[in-house]
T-cell receptor, first 114, second 112 residues
Framework: DAGVTQSPTHLIKTRGQQVTLRCSPK?????VSWYQQALGQGPQFIFQ???????QRGNFPDRFSGHQFPNYSSELNVNALLLGDSALYLC?????????????FGSGTRLTVV | DAKTTQPTSMDCAEGRAANLPCNHS???????VYWYRQIHSQGPQYIIH???NNETNEMASLIITEDRKSSTLILPHATLRDTAVYYC?????????????FGTGTRLQVTL
């Protein structure tokens, strides 16, 4: 059974460009969360999607937006990229009614903004 | 979520027990202690969680002090594969998916 799949694994973009990252949740999971992890830091919560709507949001600007599709997969979009957006972007999926060990993380997308 | 404090880094010899401490002095009565780890180039992985009793599973043991202001994650026989960043998280368990608040964690280096 595949876990959480993220694509692409690595990406290089130029300042001011836009980027879309993709996440396929683990089979049976309907809730997707996105995290940003800067070098040397712990992951920071960006937002969570359930039933195709944003349910929770962390302290990130509106340049960060997302979408969830009927098959529960999700996209993270970042507009007007800044150098500071360079980070590992992690997707985590879970059932909506989640047990404490029910979160499954993908291996992430490494975004470099130059 | 209550704030946690962990040492930045620790070393452990392979085969020995690794004891990773975490302080959470402002923990509330309904908040659980969770431990995740992140091996290089992978996403975080759940290890164990507890409320007030000590817990053990196939990966580790969790010892929570009686006043619940601190806890220790124990890897009984550390191997090189246990080299990772370990995160202690304190949060209420609501039963529905919600954000996890990670700190900077403890970087555990297991050596021969």
């Amino acid at each position: 059974d595949a876990g959480v799949t993220q694509s692409p694994t690595h990406l290089i973009k130029t300042r001011g460009q836009q980027v879309t990252l993709r996440c396929s949740p683990k089979s049976g999971h309907d809730t997707v969360s996105w995290y940003q992890q800067a070098l040397g830091q712990g992951p920071q919560f960006i937002f969570q999607y359930y039933e195709e709507e944003e349910r929770q949001r962390g302290n990130f600007p509106d340049r960060f937006s997302g979408h969830q599709f009927p098959n529960y997969s999700s996209e993270l979009n970042v507009n007007a990229l800044l150098l500071g957006d360079s980070a590992l972007y992690l997707c985590a999926s879970s059932p909506r009614r989640v047990t404490p060990y029910g979160y499954t993380f993908g291996s992430g997308t490494r975004l470099t903004v130059v | 979520d209550a704030k946690t404090t962990q040492p930045t880094s620790m070393d452990c010899a392979e085969g020995r027990a690794a004891n990773l401490p975490c302080n959470h002095s402002t923990i509330s009565g309904n908040e659980y202690v969770y431990w995740y780890r992140q091996i290089h180039s992978q996403g975080p992985q759940y290890i164990i969680h507890g409320l007030k009793n000590n817990e053990t599973n196939e990966m580790a043991s969790l010892i929570i002090t009686e006043d619940r202001k601190s806890s220790t994650l124990i890897l009984p026989h550390a191997t090189l594969r246990d080299t990772a960043v370990y995160y202690c998280i304190v949060r209420a368990y609501t039963g529905t998916a919600s954000k996890l608040t990670f700190g900077t964690g403890t970087r555990l280096q297991v050596t021969l």
